[in-house]
Nanobody, 125 residues
Framework: QVQLVESGGGSVQAGGSLSLSCATS????????MGWFRQAPGKEREGVAT???????????FYADSVKGRFTISQDNTKITLYLQMNNLKPEDTAMYYC???????????????WGQGTQVTVSS
């Protein structure tokens, strides 16, 4: 079983930056993709960014159109920690952000993912 613990959320003014981290533990050998998702009040959860591990430790990333050029997803070399660097934050980025890990993903969706508990990001105008 994989466990995920997010950290790094908080409050920031528009135009500011935040960095989120997701620490993984447990049986991670079945995990081939990880990602960040968010859910704003009254809205459905949406994919923000995902990262896939390919052969020879190559990576492939996907981003929601709304965050392209502002957010960057990455992993450390051991794939134990997942990161999301968020720059030029906007009020519409306000949401609970969740880390997810899965064995099968497609674009910004994950199949039967394991979820973290979430971390709140609030951006004021």
């Amino acid at each position: 079983q994989v466990q995920l613990v997010e950290s790094g959320g908080g409050s920031v003014q528009a135009g500011g930056s935040l960095s989120l981290s997701c620490a993984t533990s447990g049986y991670t050998r079945s995990i081939t993709c990880m990602g960040w998702f968010r859910q704003a009040p009254g809205k459905e959860r949406e994919g923000v960014a995902t990262i896939y591990t390919g052969t020879y430790n190559t990576f492939r990333t996907f981003y929601a159109d709304s965050v392209k050029g502002r957010f960057t997803i990455s992993q450390d070399n051991t794939k134990i920690t997942l990161y999301l660097q968020m720059n030029n934050l906007k009020p519409e980025d306000t949401a609970m952000y969740y880390c997810a890990a899965a064995g099968v993903c497609s674009g910004l969706t994950a199949e039967n993912p394991v979820w973290g508990q979430g971390t709140q990001v609030t951006v004021s105008s």
